[in-house]
């Protein structure tokens, strides 16, 4: 082999090796998309999780628009971000065990905001804590169901979710007029 053959030989290996480095440098950076490997309640939960997720980003921001009351603004505004991580991590997830998703809400959730649109003052902060008060309770059960997974990444999403949809529901719990309507718990006797 002589000299021209040797070095032609040896640029086509570094090229080679490079294609390779940057293919493994590359893959490094995404995650791989993942075949099966998914229970059928697995794939059920990623869709009904982000629907719900984008269900209760498009409310609270609709509330953020209409509401005038700072601790409706508050609670929306936390909703949205907290909800809009979590839809990031859900999609993701879809995504890498190729479940199709939809992160536009559903049916009922354009209802609910038609319904809320129609309304002003006090009667849409009531109605508005009405509707996160119920979506945050089946979200619940949903991500407490989830979090039972034998799946991993689900299982660790479920149980990191959790606690952030208690405090929204405990949020909304607070603004919810009929809870200062209920009797004060009996005084322990003296």
């Known amino acids: 082999m002589d ?13 080679a090796a490079l294609v390779i480095y940057y293919q493994l440098k590359d893959s490094a950076r995404h995650p791989v998309r993942i ?7 697995d794939r059920r939960f990623l ?17 953020l628009k209409t509401s005038a009351t700072a601790l409706v603004q508050y609670m929306a505004k936390r909703i949205v971000d907290d909800c809009t991580q979590v839809n990031r991590r859900l999609a993701s997830l879809a995504w890498r065990y190729r479940v199709n998703v939809s992160a536009e ?3 009922e959730a354009q209802r609910k905001a038609k319904h809320l649109r129609a309304l002003r003052g006090s009667a849409f902060d009531q109605a508005y804590d009405a ?28 149980e990191a979710t959790l606690p952030t949809l208690d405090l929204h529901l405990k949020m909304a719990e607070e603004l919810d007029p009929r809870a200062g309507t209920s009797p004060a718990p009996p005084l322990p006797p003296m």
């Open 3 to 15: 000299l021209t053959q040797t070095s032609f030989l040896l640029g086509i290996l570094a090229l």
């Open 35 to 41: 075949h099966g490997n998914i229970s059928k309640d």
């Open 47 to 63: 869709r009904l999780a982000v629907t719900v997720s984008a269900t209760e980003v498009t409310l609270s921001q609709l509330a």
């Open 105 to 107: 809400p559903g049916p």
């Open 131 to 158: 509707v996160i008060l119920e979506d945050h309770l089946k979200a619940i059960v949903l991500f407490a169901s989830a979090a039972r997974s034998t799946n991993a990444e689900i299982r660790d999403l479920a």
